[in-house]
């Protein structure tokens, strides 16, 4: 079960162009609750190619946001390894920083919506206010919530609240980008919107992202490749490679190839 | 829903109670010349505002003397608290070991101690403050430790995922978490602490509304009992007023106030 070794489950690790930036070897995660453990996550091994975009989808309590966690150090691994760029995540976060958009809502209802924006740049970079503030106007521009600068969360709507935390997760520049379902509270026109927002952002800037979705047809639209989970235990049940990713084209999710894939991913989530 | 009213749509609000109270105190003034109630059993409003004004420079003398203990006392008693809360935060060993004594100490009745603290102390300032300190410490401290550990696991996760410092995460999270809890605490405590004041002032001082009570008490003067009652209530009502515009300031952000 070494690193290198390509597993029947994964057929495209090693194939990506460019060289994996996360490498996750053998991790399991097992939560001990009063009710018995709990395999969040069981025996995954998974590459993540350097500047892709990677969609996980499955059911409901499949370890999805457990992998994101145990990829960003938030959780130790039960057993395995993850190595980000070559070292362990915790040495990863030594000198540069995940950005992070969690599923729900994380966002500090005693700060503006630029304030939430400014913080991380003050925390993680310490820098001065009127540049802080003169970036987070420019990222609240760049997810369309220009005029908002000073609303409080509760202020805005859920859609909004999660484009400002989109917002925050890019104000410190993070190479590699963890999205836990971040248009779950969307309805489907502006989830849309934030679709070709995203792949915008994501093409403007040399970032890995790892989208954790309920959609299938989120996940063809946006991604190179889609990690289909299975709960109990939390497993990797297969890895598609997306036929033609970011079409940017409303029209390309009636196209034969694009249907011929979401009928192959029902067919593995229902199985 | 209430902050945005006007000020005449809150007066409007005021009026049944301020109507309900008018009535009383009429039915009370009448009642008591109809049936000619003697004034050391029940004096009419008029004579006690009568003694009220007659009497305004002793009345408001001893109102600072019991005023500036229970807001010494509040003070203290809050900012102790707080910074308990806070070592609790970082440290279980301390919680584990201090907890209990702050447990030991609400069980404690003030008014037992308060004899005991005027020995240690003696008849001045410092018991007084003492007494109020402690009413306040309890409440203050419980919401405190609450509200410090408030803030939304996910927001704390995405501190860690920033690399944030303990400080940094107090800083942006866990002190404004607290504060709703802190207020909601400090303005019961607040009231609380004068009357631990007055209480303290019960066995043994030479200055305050406390002693004013008692004294008055001892000559069966109801008038000046009530005067004093009055004063102090009003002067309450004016501190936990200055709580409540401290708690506007410092809770800046919508849907930030709780009720506890
Ligand atoms: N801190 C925890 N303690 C105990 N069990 C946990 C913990 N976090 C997650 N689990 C369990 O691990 C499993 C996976 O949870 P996870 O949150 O990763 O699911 P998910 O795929 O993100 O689900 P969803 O799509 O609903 O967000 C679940 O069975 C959950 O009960
Ligand atoms: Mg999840």
Not at chain 1, 76 to 87: A, F, I, K, L, N
Request: one cysteine or more; aromatic letters at 8%; a neutral charge.
């Amino acid at each position: 079960m070494n690193a290198g070794s390509a597993r029947p489950l994964d057929p495209a690790l090693g194939k990506a162009a460019a060289p994996p930036v996360i490498e996750i070897d053998g991790v399991s995660v097992r939560f001990d609750s009063a009710q018995g453990p709990v395999d969040a996550l069981s025996d995954i091994n998974l590459g993540i190619a350097a500047g892709s975009f990677t969609s996980i989808i499955g059911r409901s309590g499949c370890g999805k946001s457990t992998l994101l966690r145990a990829i960003t150090g938030l959780i130790r691994p039960t057993s395995g390894s993850v190595q980000v760029q070559g070292q362990s995540s915790a040495d990863y976060q030594r000198t540069r920083r995940f950005g992070f958009v969690f599923q729900g809502d994380s966002l500090f209802p005693w700060k503006t919506a630029a304030g939430n924006v400014e913080m991380p740049m003050e925390v993680v970079q310490g820098m001065p206010r009127a540049a802080r503030r003169k970036r987070a106007e420019e990222l609240l521009r760049l997810v369309r919530l220009d005029g908002f600068e000073d609303h409080y969360p509760a202020q805005l709507s859920g859609g909004m609240r999660q484009r400002v935390s989109i917002a925050r997760a890019l104000s410190y520049e993070p190479e590699i980008l963890m999205m836990d379902e971040p248009f779950g509270a969307l309805d489907e026109f502006t989830r849309r919107e934030m679709h070709d927002e995203v792949i915008r952002i994501w093409r403007s800037r040399p970032l890995t992202v790892l989208f954790v979705t309920h959609s299938l047809s989120e996940a063809l639209y946006l991604s190179d490749r889609i990690v289909v989970m299975a709960p109990r235990p939390g497993r990797v049940k297969a890895v598609i490679e997306v036929e033609t990713p970011r079409p940017l084209d409303p029209s390309a999710r009636t196209s034969a190839a694009y249907l011929r894939q979401m009928t192959e991913l029902e067919a593995l989530l229902d199985a | 829903m209430r902050d945005g009213a006007s000020p005449l749509a809150r007066a409007a609000g005021a009026a049944p109670a301020l109507a309900l109270f008018l009535a009383v105190a009429l039915a009370w003034e009448f009642g008591v010349r109809l049936f000619d109630v003697p004034a050391f059993l029940l004096p009419p409003p008029t004579a006690i505002l009568a003694e009220m004004a007659g009497s305004s420079e002793l009345l408001l003398r001893n109102l600072g003397a019991t005023m500036l203990a229970a807001v010494l006392g509040f003070l203290i008693g809050t900012g102790f608290a707080v910074l308990l809360a806070i070592v609790f935060l970082y440290s279980r060993a301390a919680e584990r070991a201090l907890f209990p004594w702050a447990i030991t100490i609400k069980t404690i009745p003030v008014i037992a101690i308060a004899p005991l603290l005027t020995i240690w102390l003696g008849y001045g300032l410092a018991p007084k403050v003492a007494i109020a300190a402690i009413i306040c410490f309890f409440p203050t401290l419980v919401n405190a430790v609450k509200g410090l550990r408030t803030v939304d696991a996910q927001a704390l996760e995405f501190m860690q995922v920033l690399g944030a410092s303990r400080a940094q995460t107090f800083r942006h999270a866990r002190l404004y978490a607290a504060l709703p809890y802190v207020f909601a605490a400090a303005k019961i405590s607040s009231s609380m602490a004068v009357i631990g004041a007055i209480v303290a002032e019960f066995t043994g001082a030479n200055t305050g509304i406390g002693t004013l009570i008692v004294t008055a008490g001892y000559q069966m003067d109801a008038t000046m009992l009530f005067a004093a009652i009055i004063t102090s209530s009003l002067a309450t009502i004016a501190l936990f007023y200055l709580v409540t515009l401290a708690e506007k300031a410092c809770l800046f952000w919508p849907e930030a106030r709780i009720d506890v």
